[in-house]
């Protein structure tokens, strides 16, 4: 049969786009095959908050950040942990080049695509407390203007207008259950033809068949994703060793197509995946009052101030503070017995300090509405947050502490709270309150955040009593573990190409994104430094289509 296409792209998401661009650039034709219909176009990187790790930066060194390619890799090394010799070659090359992508040429390269990014850079996954641990030691988290709708946009159009070329054909609801393979190389892929779906973007799609297809082309690209709308398979790859064992429930961080299903029909094949008790899941999720998929699970971005209580009532110990250490955080809560724990806060810190990710829940900044952006800067709630204190599951609000350690306990799948504990914490808490220096650990942390002046205009609340009635009334929330990125997956070279279990290439199958632990069956670690997942896949997807454009018949 001859070739359909030059190159088949198994995933509709980010870096499937990417690879799919670059291709056609080189004149390539390149036939795009998703499980999801035409509305999925962007995968996950649609509901992102669009957040992209630059080093070095123009938006930096505006806001008087002193950063460096050496800074940065050094806090990619402390936080990946590399320890594997096998597993963790081509993961140790791709963080060496994908530093050196964010320090040069990535923000050029999204630039000249169209994407631009807004002036505060804010200071996500601080780290655990050391200057050789996990951790970004300055602020590297640079906003999309348009968040991950943008991000998408940038690259989705440029193929669109090369599928109006001719060089580009999209075959929606076709789900891949195989790969075609001769002479030990990938020549195309096989699979169901799925039922037409009219589904939203997100909604969880039938799986009923309506036929089969088989595909040729000269090389395969897996761009499928990785495993978090799948549970069975996350507690299947869950590190019990390193993180304790798995939650008993989850909430859902990701559209239930994130399956999983791709890693194990590549490997099946013959590839090798790598890395797979490697995950980054959220201590802060909130279930979505007004949810799209199953489970649908919001992230809190929390500022530094939130007093956190495990379901018993204690105080999570220094440093695992909101916004610091999520799989620190996320291991000492699974040793507690109990799946969920409690911010206590006040109005004026949720004002200020909440922020929720995702897309969706940030029309100011995926509607690029600059009047709404100033408004939060404004007394009050945004409005995302607001319907989550008004409609949210989670949220309890109270004017006394007494009325909230009841309303805590309402809700509470576990141990009851004593309100006598609970007052314990927060007077100890507030007592310290009372002077610019304390020995409380958090309290040192929130006057560090507040030293970065960005930090303390929008996004930290001046220190108060959490008692004092003129920041109220109080709120407390119960927090939840969110499935969320998969760190592991098909082992790759630096040109995305995907490696045999001995060490060789796998003849025409490349992988790009997280399905290839977004570079090299897991460029993180064990640890991520936040705004590097949409970035890996523009890395990788670009890595896998300037490969193949170069080297294909």
């Not at 060194?61 to 081509?90: T, V, Y």
């Not at 008004?390 to 509470?412: K, Q």
């Amino acid at each position: 049969m001859a070739d359909d296409a030059d190159v088949i792209v198994v995933g509709a998401g980010l870096a499937g786009l990417v690879a799919t661009y670059e291709l056609t650039r080189a004149g390539r034709r390149v036939i795009v095959v998703d499980q999801e219909n035409e509305a999925n176009l962007g995968g996950q990187a649609f509901w992102s908050l669009g957040g992209l790790f630059f080093v070095g930066s123009p938006e930096q060194r505006r806001m008087g950040i002193k950063d460096s390619p050496d800074l940065a890799l050094a806090d990619w090394l402390a936080s990946a942990g590399f320890d594997r010799d096998r597993e963790d070659h081509w993961p140790r090359k791709w963080a060496h080049a994908y530093v050196d992508f964010a320090a040069g040429e990535k923000r050029r390269y999204l630039h000249g695509l169209g994407l631009r990014v807004t002036p505060m850079v804010s200071w996500a996954e601080r780290g655990a407390g050391t200057a050789t641990g996990h951790g970004n030691s300055v602020p590297r988290f640079h906003i999309t203007w348009g968040t991950g709708p943008e991000v998408v946009r940038v690259v989705r159009e440029p193929v669109l207008a090369a599928a109006g070329r001719g060089l580009v054909t999209f075959r929606h609801r076709h789900r891949v259950d195989g790969l075609i393979t001769e002479g030990g190389a990938a020549v195309g892929v096989r699979g169901t033809v799925l039922e037409p779906s009219a589904a939203p973007r997100g909604v969880a799609s039938s799986r009923e068949a309506v036929g089969a297809f088989e595909l040729r082309a000269q090389a395969v690209v897996v761009t499928s994703g990785g495993i978090g709308g799948n549970h069975d398979l996350v507690r299947a790859n869950w590190p019990a060793d390193r993180l304790g064992p798995a939650p008993e429930s989850m909430l859902t961080g990701v559209p239930a197509h994130v399956d999983g299903r791709m890693l194990g029909i590549a490997e099946g094949a013959g590839a090798s995946v790598v890395n797979r008790d490697r995950m980054w899941h959220y201590t802060e999720g909130v279930a979505n009052w007004d949810p799209v998929w199953p489970g649908h699970a919001i992230r809190i971005i929390p500022g530094p101030s939130s007093l956190w209580l495990d379901a018993t009532g204690r105080r999570l110990p220094a440093p695992l503070f909101p916004g610091h250490d999520t799989l620190g955080t996320l291991r000492h809560i699974l040793g507690t017995g109990h799946p969920y724990t409690w911010f206590v806060l006040t109005r004026s810190i949720v004002e200020k300090e909440f922020a929720l990710s995702g897309s969706e829940q940030n029309p100011d900044l995926t509607g690029k509405d600059l009047g709404l952006v100033l408004s939060r800067v404004r007394k009050g709630a945004p409005g995302p947050v607001q319907a989550f204190l008004d409609r949210g599951e989670d949220f309890v609000v109270r004017r006394t502490l007494r009325e909230l350690v009841d309303g805590m306990n309402a809700i509470a799948p576990g141990p009851r709270l004593d309100a006598a504990e609970v007052e314990r914490q927060v007077v100890a808490r507030d007592r310290e309150v009372g002077n610019a220096y304390s020995k409380d650990l958090q309290l040192m942390t929130v006057a560090n955040a507040r030293a970065y002046w960005p930090d303390r205009l929008t996004r930290v609340a001046k220190p108060h009593r959490l008692l004092d009635p003129t920041h109220g009334p109080l709120i407390a929330v119960r927090l939840r573990v969110l499935t969320r990125k998969t760190l592991g997956g098909l082992e790759t070279t630096l040109d995305s190409q995907v490696v045999r279990p001995g060490g060789e290439v796998f003849d025409g199958l490349y992988a790009a994104g997280e399905a290839a632990g977004f570079g090299g069956g897991g460029v993180h670690g064990y640890n991520a430094l936040e705004g590097t997942f949409l970035g890996g896949c523009v890395f990788s997807g670009r890595a896998a289509g300037r490969a193949l454009a170069r080297g294909l018949a």
